[in-house]
């Protein structure tokens, strides 16, 4: 199993602004995934993040909206830019281990 | 596309009850189905996971089944608890990337005490 520390839990923040939420796993994995949730929606991917390369983004996602890193193997960032009310969302984080996919607890975004 | 759809949306039940969620997916060519609860505002949490070759996987009180050929899933809960409420939500893979889910869009279980 994983255990996936995302930060931060929470933030409310205002129109225009950038977000950077932090992925920390207890375990190196080489694929890293982020997910958007929507208000009453199912989860949806935005990109797929690996170790040395540039992150592979889902239909109706783009790098400058949501810039991924992923400097090591236990780590990586999504920053939200630009920010508008219909960011607000949550943003989950995940890993693969074995043909598992674990989560983070997830950031609750809401934007003024 | 694959396609994931979750019924009911909603359940509500008295405690001890025994329930089932379906969940049925539209390409039975799956590597895969995975079970998970979401608690309100937080994160998701794996529950079973059935390989394409399997029928049914059991943890505790939860026993989920999975027949390919006519694209659906069952989680079963026995004995259900106020603990038990939550969202269920369950994947499959979209292709052999199987971090890349397609999730449905889940049943929110309410036991009541």
């Known amino acids: 199993s994983a255990v996936i520390s995302q930060k931060p839990s929470r933030d409310i923040c205002q129109r225009g602004t950038s977000l950077t939420i932090q992925c920390q796993v207890d375990?190196?994995?080489?694929?890293m995934f982020w997910y958007r949730q929507q208000p009453g929606q199912s989860l949806t991917l935005i990109a797929t993040?690996?170790?040395?390369?540039?992150?592979?983004?889902e239909s109706g996602f783009v790098i400058d909206k949501f810039p991924i890193s992923r400097p090591n193997l236990t780590f990586s960032t999504l920053t939200v830019s630009n920010m508008s009310p219909e960011d607000s969302s949550i943003y989950l984080c995940?890993?693969?281990?074995?043909?598992?996919?674990?989560f983070g607890s997830g950031t609750q975004l809401s934007v003024l | 596309k694959q396609e994931v759809t979750q019924i009911p949306a909603a359940l509500s039940v008295p405690e001890g009850e025994n329930l089932v969620l379906n969940c049925s997916f539209t390409?039975?060519?799956?590597?895969?189905l995975q079970w998970f609860r979401q608690d309100p505002g937080k994160g998701l949490t794996s529950l079973l996971l059935?390989?394409?070759?399997?029928r049914e996987q059991t943890s505790g009180r939860l026993n989920a089944s999975l027949d390919k050929s006519s694209g659906r899933s069952t989680l079963y809960i026995a004995a259900s608890q106020p603990g038990d409420s939550a969202t269920y939500l369950c994947?499959?893979?979209?292709?052999?990337?199987?971090?890349?889910?397609?999730f449905g869009q889940g049943t929110t279980l309410q036991v009541k005490p």
């Open positions: 995940s890993a693969t281990v074995g043909e598992k996919l674990f």
């Open positions: 059935i390989q394409s070759s399997q």
């Open positions: 375990s190196q994995v080489t694929m």
């Open positions: 993040a690996n170790q040395g390369s540039e992150a592979t983004y």
């Open positions: 390409d039975s060519a799956i590597y895969n």
């Open positions: 994947a499959v893979p979209s292709s052999s990337n199987t971090g890349k889910l397609i």
